[in-house]
Each structure stands twice: as structure tokens, then as C-alpha cells.
């Protein structure tokens, strides 16, 4: 039982240890808080430096070797492009692109005994599209090829980076 003459007020906790019950909430957010941005700063500077290594990049372009058929200068002088094809049952293999104005017959390849064709083009520095075109009819993309581009026709045209 109360004492009707008792002040309630006397019972309540002191108003400092509030105070210090919501002094340590906000310690332990701001706690949580460092936690989480030390956590974030150490993941990008990992993700900085693995991507500094080439981990999550793509290698510079001059680090990658080039493919087997195509040979590089460092000069600006025109470079010379050895192309191949195989195409065994093919009585005449040539190329059409962007160097030779899309002429299928102006770059005839040069058959093997093995059924592979090859050709060597000069050509000065630049990107340039081609096709290979067999039996005068079958204009093939180059299997090949790293890099192909749409060619307007539902089709893709094999670039070559020189």
C-alpha cells in the first residue's frame, strides 16, 4: 500500500541514469556505424588494389597477346595480316571488307593441302570489317575472330584491329 503522503516523483530513476541508459544506445549506433564504414573503407581498398592488380579489370591491351593470325608492329608504318580460313570442301575461298571495298573477288585466299585457305593483307593502321566469302556465294564471318560487329543484315562482320 502507498503512503498517500509519499511523493511518486521521489521513485522515478534519477534523470542522469537516462541520460546514460540513451548516452549508450547512441554509443553502440555509433559503434555499429564505424563498424560498417571501416568495413565499407577496407572492401574498397581491397577492390582497389585487386583492381590495380587486374583482378576484377580488363587487362591493358598491350599485356594481351594478339591473336595467332594477326601480327603486330609498333611502328605506323601499314602492317601485314596473315588471315586463314578452313574450309576443306570449299573450291574457292576470298575476302570482302571494309579495306577492299567489300569486293568478294579482289582478295582471293590460297588453299593448302590440308583444306586450309590463308591470305596476308597490308593495311594501314585502323579497324577495319571483313567477311570471307566461299564459292563466291557463302559470306562467313570469321570463326576466329575476337571481335565481331552487327553488319546491318541480322548478321555480324569480323573486325580486324590494326
Given at each position: 500500500?502507498?503512503?498517500?503522503?509519499?511523493?511518486?516523483?521521489?521513485?522515478?530513476?534519477?534523470?542522469?541514469?537516462?541520460?546514460?541508459?540513451?548516452?549508450?544506445?547512441?554509443?553502440?549506433?555509433?559503434?555499429?556505424?564505424?563498424?560498417?564504414?571501416?568495413?565499407?573503407?577496407?572492401?574498397?581498398?581491397?577492390?582497389?588494389?585487386?583492381?590495380?592488380?587486374?583482378?576484377?579489370?580488363?587487362a591493358?591491351?598491350?599485356?594481351?597477346?594478339?591473336?595467332?593470325?594477326v601480327?603486330?608492329?609498333?611502328?605506323?608504318?601499314?602492317?601485314?595480316?596473315r588471315?586463314?580460313?578452313?574450309?576443306?570442301?570449299?573450291s574457292?575461298?576470298?575476302?570482302?571488307?571494309s579495306?577492299?571495298?567489300?569486293?568478294?573477288?579482289?582478295?582471293?585466299?590460297?588453299?593448302?593441302?590440308?583444306g586450309?585457305?590463308?591470305?596476308?593483307?597490308?593495311?594501314?593502321?585502323?579497324?577495319?570489317?571483313?567477311?570471307?566469302?566461299?564459292?563466291?556465294?557463302h559470306?562467313?564471318?570469321?570463326p576466329?575472330?575476337?571481335?565481331?560487329?552487327p553488319?546491318?543484315?541480322?548478321?555480324?562482320?569480323?573486325?580486324l584491329?590494326?
Amino acid at each position: 500500500m502507498i503512503d498517500p503522503g509519499h511523493d511518486l516523483l521521489l521513485h522515478r530513476p534519477p534523470g542522469n541514469l537516462l541520460d546514460k541508459a540513451l548516452a549508450r544506445v547512441d554509443h553502440a549506433r555509433n559503434l555499429r556505424r564505424q563498424i560498417l564504414l571501416a568495413a565499407a573503407a577496407l572492401l574498397i581498398g581491397l577492390t582497389g588494389g585487386w583492381m590495380g592488380h587486374g583482378l576484377w579489370s580488363e587487362a591493358p591491351q598491350a599485356e594481351l597477346a594478339p591473336p595467332p593470325n594477326v601480327l603486330v608492329a609498333a611502328s605506323e608504318d601499314p602492317i601485314s595480316v596473315r588471315l586463314v580460313m578452313h574450309a576443306p570442301d570449299a573450291s574457292s575461298v576470298s575476302i570482302a571488307g571494309s579495306f577492299n571495298g567489300w569486293q568478294g573477288d579482289t582478295t582471293p585466299m590460297t588453299r593448302t593441302a590440308d583444306g586450309t585457305w590463308h591470305a596476308t593483307v597490308t593495311l594501314p593502321r585502323g579497324r577495319y570489317e571483313y567477311l570471307f566469302v566461299v564459292d563466291e556465294t557463302h559470306w562467313l564471318n570469321d570463326p576466329t575472330a575476337p571481335l565481331t560487329a552487327p553488319d546491318g543484315f541480322g548478321q555480324a562482320n569480323a573486325i580486324l584491329d590494326v
